[in-house]
């Protein structure tokens, strides 16, 4: 029995004193645990904002350097503006493509000079191809009634460009015939570059590889509001084609639609938004579409080219406003883009303007009071990081 009484005094002291060590340990894991639990909680929310800010919006295009897209840099230009076309060239050659070599397409409604294609060739780092516009592209349609539009431009003196032939043969051309030059036919994309304009963020990533895997049809990059003087019958003539046409429109209730975007009465008129067209990257399938052909043959039937001077910037937003779904369509955020007097440099997270661009946030357009780009983000119902495509190196 005395083993027994020994080991029974030994429990008692023994087994408080253990049953008081559990509950203490059991305190601190629960109590450490839950500490662990709410940082590591902390981080997580931390790291998800970070990823959330980041978030490509693709993993192809960051990932591939090689160009699989058969897509092509497309300039309309003039020899007398070699200088500042080489100035483009040379900032997008460096900001984007001298990584993927993409081929430039130039067209000219006269012959390029010598000079002109050895300057070029000497920029580029893909193939260079120099072609001819010819007076099925350029000039009158057999419709246009000429005295009619020579007194349109003796009447549109005050207005921009009011007065130019030129100018209107070249908006009519951009409107309805750049994407079907034989030079153009073999490609699925273009961007489009204008002489003086300057490229001013790394463009780390495949914008054309963006638009193919996401199945996108147009890219902007700055919005404005358009002279009225230049189109006031544009939208009448838009509206007889939506009621046409009606087999090509997006529905005006389908939750795609981009009516509202550039008609702020549901269709009644035109609100004069669209997207500034010398900053392009689209889909040329789309172009040569029927959607789109109808409409430009609509519009071109009308005249307003010749005794209007509607501009191809109103004629491809409007397009892409009743042809294309919300999807289609994107805001290329994280370019940094001037052509005078507008500039697009991206503003927040802060990281990119610094890293990657030489613009001031300050000076970029979108938010001015001129601006559609805030209508463009209501109505997607879209955050400006959610255009992010570009991450941190
Ligand atoms: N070959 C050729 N190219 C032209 C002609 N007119 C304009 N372009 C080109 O077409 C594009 C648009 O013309 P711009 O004069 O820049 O028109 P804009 O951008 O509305 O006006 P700006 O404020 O002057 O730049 C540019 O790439 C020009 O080089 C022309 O008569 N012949
Ligand atoms: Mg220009």
Known sequence: MAPYRQFRSMAMVFLPICALLTITYMAFISFDTSGFQNDQAQIMKMQKAVEDEQKPLTTTALANNTTNVKAAFVVLVRNSELDDLRSAMRQMEDRFNHRYNYPWVFLNDADFSEEFKAK????????TFYGKVDDTMWGYPEWIDQDKASDTRENMKEVIYGDSESYRHMCRFQSGFFFRHPLMLEYDYYWRVEPGVEFSCSVDYDPFALMQEKDMKYGWTISLKEYEETIPTLWNTAKEFMQKYPQHIVPKDDPGSLLKWVSDDDGETYNLCHFWSNFEIGSIKWLNSPA???????????????????????????????????????????????????????REPAWVADEKCLCNPEDSFDEHWYSCTPKWLELTGKKRTDYLVTTRS
């Open 292 to 346: 789109y052909l109808d409409f430009f043959n609509y519009l071109d039937q009308n005249g307003g080219f010749f005794y209007e001077r509607w501009g191809d910037a109103p004629v491809h937003s409007i397009a892409a406003a009743l042809l294309l779904k919300k999807d289609e369509v994107h805001w290329f955020y994280d370019h940094g883009y001037f052509h005078n007097p507008f500039r697009q440099c991206p």
């Open 120 to 127: 070029t060739k000497g920029i580029a780092s893909g193939n």
